[in-house]
Structure formats: structure tokens, C-alpha cells
């Protein structure tokens, strides 16, 4: 209900506590904003808004309150107030005290999916548009919380949704002095209309902008600084359009990059900053009908974001390959600020035998791996590939990364650069789920999506032994520290013991329903724990044929949470789990009791780790973030 109020509760304590997070939705457009303090920085990371400090990057703080993606931000230009939208069931709007990071108003007018956020230029509106199966706009007063106006714009306007729409002081009389009524343009598509609202009695009037003789499809646009005279819009085209706002007519267009001009901004002095798909950031000055670059540099990924400060002396820039950089507008000099994955993260490690290591290696959706220095949680190497394709899977040492791809490749990089140096083309069909490296480092064990562990030899490359008894794609593979028996476990419920000198099973365990997907083996290399599509925590003994004991993966009476990943510490003291709920918990191993629990993912938990020293633990989900506890 619109209007509503809310107060942020405070969560309980608790042993776990969350220390630090990396993640950025690089794929959603005007996903980054630099606050107008130029402090803080607010970027969206999956259902949470994160807001991280540009001098500190252990300082950050979370707004949580959605329920799916968000789709849309907006900070007002005191930076007293932050709007944000999402998609999904419960496609709210939710206005937050900035500062306070409390919740002040939940709107729930819209449906689907908030295309886009604005406030006015004083701040007391707001501005929100649904998707094409809302088809609504809304203008909210911020002090109340109701609405001001609203309207269906589509299909009777746009024949598709609003995509970008931004406040533009107040409309102008004949001799250009303000009126009492605001100003806001509007696009959709290759719709693009310059709107009039009246506050007071909520009536909206729109002016079609005539772009003859082109014809564009607009992704982005921003208004003149130099009293609104002039609207700056991009295009799909890879130009962008300027328009007089007075009379409506297109005065002409500035080619810029490929792929389109994904992101743009109006300086003063008439310049404005546009950005490209191509990775293209370009500095121009526009004077009626002439532009003139004075700029140009160029970034990896497409800049989906693009956020200046209020004097207009430095730009925040994020790519949808990650990369957040801080650019100063007078020699468009860079300096990167942060470096994330963008999609779902699938796996996480630390460094193989190496009990010291302060290090971790991530596997992205995104195509790329990144290793982690918990120090300062800067990305110290990332590989990629040209070729289409992602790691599923991965585990380094101090000189060598080895990651399990879906293409069905073992790929190899040096762990200081990221450089290629190896590769097994062909290792399993359908893709490479499970890896793992001997302690002698000699050879692989690796499983496939389609149920095959084959064992390989590093020096030469050379399949040693194809071990083909699992029905259904192979989830983990764990080689015990004799190097001699291996353990694998699918999601056809089998949990099988390999002797890998003689080639043969030699024990099974089978869990009752439901695929496995994740173990963990205790120190002794006796006792292990499984988790799967039967959600329960199974406790096996290699001695014995049956389970031990199994347990319920949530406290909570009639709660089920598919566990994805199941982690024990060196010490064996606890055990941490993750899954469908998104709650990372800890287990103590003795007790098998909950001591510990906390949320921070907007969706599936991938996996959990912890680091050597077993304080701190690593969790990777979906929405694309990798999250690190403090135990």
C-alpha cells in the first residue's frame, strides 16, 4: 500500500556476521550512482542495494527489502532520500532514508517489473514507470508518500514500456521564465515525449518530440544544465540526438560508438558525457547545432553505468564486465575502483595445501574466474575466454589455476597474471562439474555432467582411467590425501569410493531419494556429510553401509532449504551450509546444532568454503555475490 511506513529491525546477534561483499548487476542500465556528497557510492547487487565507501573498501552497508532483481535506482540531488524498484511478484518501490538506511515508504501500485526512478529537481517528487505489462506511470509525493498523478501510458502513448524518464526543472513560458508546473521527458522505444504535470491537481499534458528525419529507438537521455534548453538523448544507433525542448525539434546528432549509447550525462558548460556499448566514454561540447569531441576513452565491457558528481569534476563508470572506475573529467584520466563478477557465481575455493593462504578463487556465470586477495578484496588475477563459455568449477595452487568449463574443457592459467597455459579439449561431454587435484600434484580427478570420473596425468595430459558407474551429472570429487582413493557424488543419490590404482568401485552409499549435491569428508577420511535434493544433512561412516544419523537442513519446524553446498574447516569443529533459502548457517559438528545463521543473498546459495584459518567463511549465490563471514 502506498504510503505505508516502516522501520528496519535490527537483526538479532549472532556468531556469524557478515564482513564484507563483492558484487555489481553490471547487465541492468544506471545500475551505479555516485551520492552528491561524493562519499559513497551506491551500486545494485542482485535483490540489495550496496553502498560502499570511495576512500575505504571495507566500509559498506546493505538496503534490503526486495524480494527479486532490482531493476532501477535513484538517489535526490540533497542525497537525503534513495528510491529503488524490482521485478517480480512484488514489484514495489521502496523510498529509503539514505543516511539512516531506514525504509520510509513501500509504493505498490505497479506490477511486473519499475522500469525506471526519478526525483525532481527540488526533490519533492518522484517519478516511477512499470514495465509494458504494467503500462502505468506514477508521480508520489515525497513527503506523504500518496500519489500526485498518474496515467496509463501504454499502448495508447508508447507502444512499448517507459525506459528512461528524468525530471527537467520546471516547464517555461513563452519568455522562458519557470512556471509552477514540473518538467519531465519520457521514451519508450522510438517514443519521445516531453511531459508537463500540474502538482496540484495532478493533470499531466505530453508534447511529442519530432526527430525528423531520423529515426531512433532511445535507451537513455538527460536534460541540458543550462536551463533545461537542451535534451540529450541516446540511441540504439550508437549516436546521440539533441533536442531543443522549447520547441521540440531535433537540432542534430553526434555519432559516438558501436552497439549503442547505453549511458549519458549533461555537464555544465554545455558539455555532456556519453557512453558506449562498445565501451566507448567520449566528452563533448555542444553548442546548438554543433558538437565538438574533446575526449575519448575506452573501457572493457559496455557501460551500462554512468554517474557525475554535482560540480560535474568526476564520473563514476561501470562496464557489465564488472569494472567500476572512478574518471576525472578535465584529462579523463581513470582509476579503477572495484572489479566484481556481474552473473551468478558458481563456486568458490581457497588455495590448494596451502594452509597460510589468504587467497580465494571464484567461478562466474559471467565467463571469467577472479582470484581474491581477503586483504583488501581487490581481484589480484582474471581470466576469461574469448570463446563462449563458463567455468563451472575450479581449484588453484601458487603457481596454477584448473578450472572445469561448460563446453567440456580443463582449462589451465598461470596464477599471477591469468595467462593461458593448458588445456584438456574434450575432457567430458556436456561439461566439466567436479575437479580436484592430487596432493602430489600428478594428476587430475575431474567429473562430468554426464556421470563419467576420469583421472588424467598432468605432465602428459593423457586420460589414466575412465571410472563410468554414475547415471547422472557428477557434483563433487574428493581425492583422499593418499592420493589413492577418491570419492564422487551425483545427482542420481550415489555417493561412490574409487580405488584409482585398480580402476574399481569399492564401497557405495546411496541416499534415499534425491540427487546428491555436495560432501564434505572429515579429517580422518572416514566420516563424511552429503546434502542433496532430499533436504537433509546425511552423516556417513566409509565402515559402515548406512547413514549414521541425518538431520533436517533447517532449525525451523516445516522449513526446507535444498542445501547446494555443505563445508567443513580443517578442525573439523563446525560445519556450514548454504542453499535454495539464501541463509548461510553454522553447525556445530558435535551437536549438530544451529549456532549460527545469517541472510545477505537475494537468492541461491552456490557454495560455501572456509578459509584455512576457519574464521572466516565464503559464500557464493545466483544473485551474483560473493559474501564474507566472520566467525
Not at 281 to 287: G, M
Not at 440 to 464: C, Q
Not at 526 to 552: C, H, M, P
Not at 566 to 595: C, E, H, S
Amino acid at each position: 500500500v502506498h504510503g505505508e511506513q516502516f522501520k528496519m529491525q535490527a537483526a538479532p546477534t549472532n556468531m556469524i556476521e557478515l564482513d564484507h561483499a563483492i558484487g555489481y548487476s553490471g547487465d541492468v542500465l544506471n545500475s551505479i550512482l555516485l551520492h552528491p556528497m561524493q562519499k559513497d557510492y551506491t551500486s545494485i547487487a542482485g535483490a540489495n542495494i550496496l553502498i560502499g565507501d570511495l576512500s575505504d573498501p571495507h566500509k559498506q552497508r546493505f538496503l534490503k527489502g526486495h524480494d527479486d532483481q532490482v531493476t532501477c535506482i535513484a538517489i535526490s540531488h540533497n542525497g537525503k532520500l534513495m528510491a529503488s524498484g524490482q521485478r517480480g511478484d512484488n514489484a514495489d518501490v521502496i523510498v529509503w532514508n539514505f543516511d539512516q538506511g531506514q525504509l520510509l515508504y513501500k509504493l505498490s501500485e505497479h506490477d511486473d517489473m519499475i522500469t525506471t526512478l526519478d526525483f525532481s529537481h527540488d526533490d519533492r517528487l518522484l517519478i516511477s514507470c512499470g514495465s509494458q505489462v504494467d503500462g502505468k506511470l506514477f508521480i508520489w509525493d515525497m513527503t506523504t508518500g500518496c500519489i500526485v498523478a498518474t496515467t496509463t501510458v501504454v499502448p495508447g502513448i508508447y507502444p512499448n514500456s517507459i525506459t528512461c524518464a528524468r525530471f527537467g526543472g520546471f516547464t517555461k513560458d513563452i519568455k522562458l521564465r519557470a512556471t509552477s508546473k514540473y518538467q519531465f521527458a519520457a521514451s519508450g522505444g522510438q517514443k519521445l515525449a516531453v511531459w508537463a504535470l500540474d502538482p496540484f491537481t495532478g493533470d499531466l499534458k505530453f508534447d511529442m518530440i519530432n526527430a525528423s528525419p531520423l529515426v531512433r529507438s532511445y535507451i537513455c537521455f538527460a536534460f541540458s544544465l543550462n536551463n533545461e534548453a537542451a535534451l540529450y538523448a541516446g540511441t540504439t544507433s550508437g549516436d546521440f540526438c539533441v533536442f531543443q525542448v522549447k520547441n521540440k525539434l531535433l537540432l542534430c546528432s553526434q555519432p559516438v560508438c558501436a552497439k549503442g549509447v547505453t549511458s549519458i550525462v549533461a555537464l555544465q558548460g554545455d558539455k555532456v558525457v556519453a557512453g558506449g556499448g562498445d565501451g566507448t566514454l567520449a566528452l563533448f561540447l555542444v553548442k546548438e547545432a554543433v558538437c565538438q569531441m574533446l575526449s575519448k576513452i575506452e573501457f572493457l565491457g559496455s557501460l551500462y553505468g554512468l554517474s557525475s558528481s554535482p560540480d560535474g569534476l568526476q564520473l563514476l563508470a561501470a562496464t557489465d564486465k564488472g569494472f567500476i572506475y572512478r574518471v576525472r573529467t578535465a584529462d579523463f584520466s581513470k582509476m579503477l575502483l572495484s572489479e566484481t563478477h556481474t552473473k551468478e557465481v558458481l563456486h568458490a575455493i581457497y588455495a590448494v595445501g596451502n594452509k597460510d593462504s589468504e587467497r580465494f578463487l571464484t567461478s562466474s556465470a559471467d565467463g571469467s574466474l577472479r582470484l581474491w586477495d581477503a586483504n583488501d578484496y581487490s581481484a589480484v588475477t582474471r581470466c576469461a575466454i574469448l570463446t563462449p563459455g563458463n567455468p563451472l568449477v575450479s581449484l588453484f595452487t601458487e603457481e596454477v589455476i584448473l578450472s572445469g568449463w561448460s563446453d567440456g574443457k580443463i582449462r589451465t592459467f598461470r596464477t599471477d597474471n591469468g595467462d593461458p597455459l593448458w588445456n584438456i579439449d574434450n575432457a567430458h561431454k556436456g561439461g566439466v562439474s567436479a575437479l580436484d587435484l592430487s596432493h602430489n600434484n600428478k594428476f587430475l580427478v575431474s567429473g562430468g555432467v554426464a556421470g563419467e570420473v576420469r583421472v588424467w596425468e598432468i605432465k602428459t595430459k593423457d586420460l589414466v582411467t575412465h571410472l563410468k558407474e554414475h547415471t547422472a551429472k557428477v557434483t563433487n570429487v574428493h581425492i583422499f590425501a593418499d592420493d589413492t582413493f577418491a570419492l564422487s557424488c551425483a545427482k542420481d543419490c550415489c555417493i561412490l569410493c574409487w580405488d584409482l590404482k585398480n580402476e574399481r568401485r569399492v564401497t557405495a552409499h546411496t541416499q534415499r531419494m534425491g540427487g546428491i549435491n555436495s560432501i564434505a569428508v572429515c579429517g580422518d577420511e572416514r566420516v563424511y556429510l552429503s546434502t542433496g535434493q532430499e533436504r537433509k544433512i546425511t552423516f556417513w561412516d566409509l565402515r559402515q553401509s548406512t547413514a549414521t544419523k541425518i538431520i533436517n537442513t533447517s532449525p525451523i519446524a516445516n522449513e526446507d532449504d535444498e542445501l547446494q553446498s555443505v563445508a567443513l574447516p580443517l578442525d573439523n569443529k563446525y560445519f556450514a551450509t548454504g542453499g535454495t533459502l539464501g541463509i548461510v548457517r553454522v553447525w556445530d559438528m558435535a551437536t549438530q546444532k544451529v549456532i549460527g545463521e545469517a541472510k545477505a543473498h537475494s537468492g541461491v546459495i552456490t557454495c560455501v568454503t572456509f578459509s584455512p584459518d576457519g574464521k572466516q567463511i565464503v559464500s557464493t549465490g545466483t544473485d551474483g555475490m560473493t559474501m564474507i563471514w566472520n566467525l
